[in-house]
Every structure is written in structure tokens, then in C-alpha cells.
């Protein structure tokens, strides 16, 4: 089945722009990039929600010749080539300049979003990849935003939703995200393991059309508690919830130490690993795909993936900035939209 995509270009000034359109130019080797997800290239309709002029500049910038098309929000895509890209238009308030900042343009960004969300949830697309924005600016411009997730979570009305990263042979999800150490023993709650367990397995059932998927779960606490003598949030907290999960029909594995359950023969036969906190699970997989995985938002009505990058404003419009990433996130976002219509 043909699906249809959207990518939001991100900060205008960072490096969104350069990766989308290094994607379009490439495209005529989709094929072995995404060969891992067994997405048909051939059928993928893509478009990319942004300033048109922005993408042209950044373009003659990149010394790159792609054909822009702009696309109404409610007119269809059409299929991905090479060499071209088409756009859902929406203007800057000013002229971006490759690496600086300016508030000016923060509406812009989030109506890229809000256009994005707003068609996923009207089926006009089938889901929608983010390239990175900077959430500082857009604090600066007078807007409250605490990033991607919390914005989408807000705007879909999902009352839980899971952060898991992912690259080939290696998906992560996390209980607690961006948090201060010293806060996530208190997070770290049967409730909280609860709800993002159920997302997460529910989720690899639907969006990975995967049966009865294998979960393992990182302890908190150094050698998972050791017993109870190296803490006791194991033997208090997640094993009694664990326990309740299994009897709902959600057998997850654990908890195991973090420190070996990464190895290769746990990880072979598992689907997903649950770790605890950020800094737990995530420089695992970056070590393992750095460049090559995408951040997947879990249990929202919509498929949202995104690059597991920043705006890195250093690299913007000189050619330098790798597009793996993006590789990845719209096969995943591809894999995810199909399983959804199967």
C-alpha cells in the first residue's frame, strides 16, 4: 500500500534543511538505504512541510539542483524521485541565515507541526518525521515548549506517551526521560512502570506487527539491587509491578542488570529493552547506531518518528552534516505507517 509522509524541516537555520534535501537528492539510492525496513520505494509519497524559498536557498547553498512542487495540505503527494521534493508551503516571518538563530521565526517552526499533527490525525497522511528543532529560541520568542514529544503528546490528547529509540537490531525505551539523576529513583514508581510498559509492549504489537514481543527490563539499582543490599526499588517497585503486568497478559523479562543485559546474548532474542533513565539504555544504542537510528514516539493515535540529532547549527549550509538519520527515521516511519494499515 502507497503511504504518505511528512518530514517538518525543524529550525531554519539548522541543520533540517540540509539533511532533507541530501535525502531528495539521494534518493535514487533509497532503495539500499532502507532496505533494512523493506519499505517499497517505489510507492513512498514524501513530502516536506517548510518555507519553499528556505529550502531553495539552502539548496543553492548545498550546490544541489532539486525540484521543488509545492502541495496544498489537503491535495495528494506524490511519489518520491530523485532530484525532487515536494513541499507544503509556510513562510518565514523573515529570511533565515544558515547558524544563527532568530525568534522571529519560532511561529514558523511550530506551524510546521501543527500543520504535520493536524493531517496525521485527519488520515490525510499516514505519518510524520521531525527534523530537529531549538528549543531554546522558541522559549526565547515568548512560547513555552519543552520539545517535540510533549508538544505532539499535548496536541493529539495521549495521556501516555513512551520515547524509544531506535537502529537496526537494537530498540530502547525509556520510564523516566529527561531528568535529573538525583530525581529518577522517586519517578522510577509501579504507576509510571505500568503505563510505559503497556505502551511500549502494545505498540511494538501494533506499529512492528510483532506477536507477543520480548521486553527486557534494566534494573535500577548497580547489579539490579544485588538482593536488596545495593537498593531496594527492585524487590519493592518493579518487581511486584512486573509481576502484576504478567498477569494482565504483559510478560516483560527482569529486571536484569544494565550492565549485562546489553550484551549480545540477551539482546539476541529480544525485541525492546526498558531501561530506567536516559543516560541507562540511550548511550548504548548511540554507541551501537549513532547516525543511523531515529527517535520513535510511542502510543500516540499518529506515527511520529524523528533524527536523533539537534539542530547542530555549526554544520548548517556547509555540507557537512551527515543524513543517516533521517535514513533511518523515515523507514521506520514507513515500517510503523504500514503495520498500522495491515
Not at 525492546?272 to 536516559?278: G, I, K, T
Not at 510511542?298 to 535514513?327: C, F, K, Q, Y
Request: net charge negative; glycine share 10%.
Amino acid at each position: 500500500m502507497s503511504q504518505s509522509l511528512v518530514v517538518t524541516a525543524g529550525e531554519s537555520s539548522g541543520i533540517g534543511p540540509d539533511v532533507i534535501l541530501k535525502v531528495a537528492a539521494d534518493w535514487g539510492h533509497a532503495e539500499e538505504y532502507l532496505a533494512w525496513s523493506q519499505v517499497d520505494c517505489s510507492e513512498l509519497r514524501l513530502g516536506v512541510i517548510a518555507d519553499p524559498d528556505l529550502l531553495q536557498r539552502r539548496a543553492e547553498q548545498l550546490g544541489l539542483e532539486i525540484a521543488l512542487t509545492q502541495v496544498l495540505p489537503n491535495e495528494s503527494l506524490p511519489i518520491m524521485q530523485a532530484g525532487h521534493l515536494a513541499v507544503i508551503p509556510v513562510a518565514l516571518a523573515e529570511p533565515e541565515r544558515a547558524g544563527q538563530l532568530n525568534a522571529a521565526n519560532a511561529a514558523y517552526v511550530l506551524k510546521t507541526l501543527e500543520i504535520a499533527v493536524d493531517g496525521c490525525l485527519s488520515g490525510q497522511w499516514q505519518g510524520m518525521v521531525t527534523a530537529p528543532v531549538h528549543k531554546g529560541v522558541i522559549n526565547e520568542a515568548g512560547v513555552p515548549f519543552t520539545g517535540h514529544t510533549e508538544f505532539l503528546q499535548a496536541r493529539t490528547q495521549t495521556e501516555q506517551v513512551v520515547m524509544m529509540l531506535a537502529t537496526e537490531g537494537l530498540r530502547v525505551a525509556l520510564v523516566t526521560t529527561h531528568l535529573p539523576l538525583k530525581e529518577v529513583a522517586d519517578a522510577i514508581t509501579p504507576e509510571r512502570i505500568a503505563r510505559v510498559s503497556r505502551v511500549l509492549y502494545r505498540a511494538l504489537e501494533r506499529d512492528f506487527g510483532l506477536s507477543q514481543p520480548r521486553i527486557l527490563v534494566c534494573g535500577l539499582n548497580p547489579h539490579a539491587g544485588e538482593d536488596g543490599h545495593l537498593g531496594r526499588e527492585e524487590l519493592d517497585v518493579i518487581i511486584p509491578t512486573l509481576k502484576a503486568l504478567a498477569q494482565e497478559g504483559i510478560p516483560l523479562i527482569g529486571p536484569l542488570p544494565a550492565d549485562t543485559l546489553f550484551a549480545q546474548h540477551h539482546l539476541k532474542n529480544a525485541d525492546a529493552v526498558l531501561a530506567m533513565y536516559h543516560d541507562q539504555g540511550l548511550p548504548v544504542l548511540k554507541h551501537a547506531g549513532f547516525g543511523r537510528a531515529a527517535n520513535i514516539t510511542l502510543g500516540m493515535p499518529i506515527v511520529r518518528t524523528s533524527v536523533d540529532h539537534g539542530t547542530a547549527l555549526d554544520l548548517a549550509g556547509t555540507g557537512n552534516a551527515h543524513e543517516g538519520s533521517l535514513w533511518t527515521a523515515l523507514g521506520y516511519a514507513a515500517l510503523m505507517a504500514d503495520a498500522r494499515t495491515r
